[in-house]
């Protein structure tokens, strides 16, 4: 590939885990919003519900997530009952309605709950919600947090999916992002939770790091596959020291380039592949028996804050600090401080920030994107399907595009837009194009590949 191209399509796009992206929320939207969007839900709506743990016992510098280091549990244990709180707010406004089908703790790191903790919210979500008999449950583990309690006591609480940190084996590497974990200690986690009853284990990779080569990269992979993962997340380091300023801990003479970057991901790929596994978008890899791997395979593949799921309840509702709702209506997020938080729900019951209602034009667009980050291909006909003669100009826009593509990254086919293979890579900076936002927002954001 050329460097040409590479330079022209790595410019900094967002990762479309939502459409219109979390920059483009507004304070127009609050508690009284989200009171009404949840009294529209209808009875039988499939809900998925996410709670946000934002605390960590130590503080990787190659972070992104929202997180802040504790060296005690108070800090938890004080947050713990204004998730409560929150949660019979929601099931309160619900009065019934909906059917929860999954429940995912992400963090920061939910692993490093008490164990007694996760088992009394996951009880206090059976008691307020309808669970589905198809209810999956799962959690971000980083290995480092894991006693031995943890492993009966998350059992207990009725984890039944995993998704395990793992980042980079080499020590080299581990240095230079403060992340210190062994192949071992990683192994343990995945083998204990599967003899405990975890169907599903999720390992995340990341290449970009700073001393990563194609050569430790493909280590890190082989060690990985070693476990026979279901799942793979491939992530590339997202370098925003303007937002995250931990980062400038990372020495960025140390970062591999665009290309390097590139050549990375394609050696993590190709050992991946020759693994029996199937690519799933951009970043995920799965076990072709996996619901991943099906999905994908037959276009019910969704995206969305937690990046590739099978998970398509038109409702997620999110709990604890920062974390995002996706109603059919729009986005809502929470206030981001934990302090504050705390004291918006205790006074209230909710404490929405921000949030951004869908216009008829983001519903298409999100759509479209939605479907080129899955499937690589913006298909016509369920446009049409789905929004009728409205659709013709965002239609008319995805010809003319791959008619002035001259680097061959698209194709028009007779059913749509396709991605060629040489395109894959840029999905991002291609979706960016169709992205209503983008040419007025000031936002930064990391480097497309
Ligand atoms: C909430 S963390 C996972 C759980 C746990 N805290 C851990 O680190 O093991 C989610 C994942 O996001 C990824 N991640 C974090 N910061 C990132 C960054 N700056 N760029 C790309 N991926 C990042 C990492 O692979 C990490 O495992
Ligand atoms: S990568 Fe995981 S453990 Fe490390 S700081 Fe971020 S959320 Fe915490």
């Known amino acids: 590939m050329s460097n040409d191209l590479i330079a022209r399509y790595s410019k900094p796009v967002p990762r479309y885990t939502s459409y219109p992206t979390a920059p483009h929320f507004h304070d127009g939207i609050d508690d009284n919003a989200y009171r009404d969007w949840l009294s529209e839900l209808s009875a039988d709506t499939a809900l998925s519900l996410y709670v946000h743990v934002p605390f960590c016992d130590r503080l990787c510098w190659f972070c992104g997530c929202n997180t802040k280091q504790v060296l005690r549990y108070d800090p938890i244990a004080a947050y713990l009952p204004a998730v409560h709180r929150e949660m ?37 979500i059976r008691a307020l919600f309808h669970i589905d008999p198809a209810f999956e449950f799962s959690i971000e583990i980083d290995p480092n947090d894991m006693t031995p309690d943890r492993y009966d006591g998350f059992a207990r609480a009725g984890v039944t999916r995993i998704s395990v940190g793992l980042q980079d084996f080499d020590p080299k590497v581990q240095q230079a992002i403060n992340r210190l974990q062994s192949f071992e200690q990683t192994r343990d986690v995945v083998e204990g939770m599967r003899a405990r009853g975890v169907t599903s284990a999720n390992l995340d990779i990341l290449y970009g790091l700073p001393f990563q080569t194609v050569d430790t990269v493909e280590r890190t992979v082989d060690q990985a596959l070693s476990m026979r993962p279901d799942r793979i997340a491939l ?196 979706a960016a194009n169709f992205d209503a936002y983008l040419a007025r927002g000031t936002a930064r954001h990391s480097i497309a590949v």
Request: hydrophobic share 45%; charged share 20%; proline share 5%.
């Open 235 to 430: 992530f590339g380091y997202a370098h925003v020291p303007w937002m995250k300023t931990h980062q400038k801990m990372i020495d960025e003479t140390a970062l591999p380039s665009a290309g390097e970057r590139l050549d990375q991901s394609q050696a993590a790929a190709t050992r991946i592949l020759a693994a029996g596994y199937r690519q799933i978008g951009i970043d995920h890899f799965a076990l072709p028996a996996d619901h991943l791997a099906v999905a994908a395979a037959d276009g019910t593949l969704r995206r969305n804050f937690q990046g590739y799921t099978t998970d398509d309840a038109p409702a997620l509702l999110g709990f604890g600090a920062s974390s995002i709702g996706n109603l059919p209506q729009g986005y809502v997020q929470n206030v981001t401080a934990t302090a504050e938080y705390i004291r918006r729900i205790e006074a209230t019951g909710l404490a929405i920030a921000r949030g951004i209602a869908f216009t008829g034009d983001d519903r298409q667009r999100g759509y479209v994107i939605e479907r080129l980050m899955c499937d690589f291909h913006a298909p016509f006909a369920a446009l049409r399907r789905r929004f009728g003669a409205a659709a013709e100009p965002l239609i008319a826009e995805l010809r003319a595009y791959a008619f002035a593509d001259s680097d061959q990254l698209v194709e028009l086919t007779p059913s749509g837009l396709t991605i060629t293979e040489r395109g894959k890579p840029f999905v991002r900076a291609i």
């Open 88 to 124: 019979e707010t929601v099931a309160g406004e619900l009065g019934g309605r909906g059917r929860t089908v999954a429940l995912h703790f992400g963090g920061g790191s939910p692993s490093m709950l008490a164990p007694a903790d996760l088992i009394a919210l996951g009880d206090r």
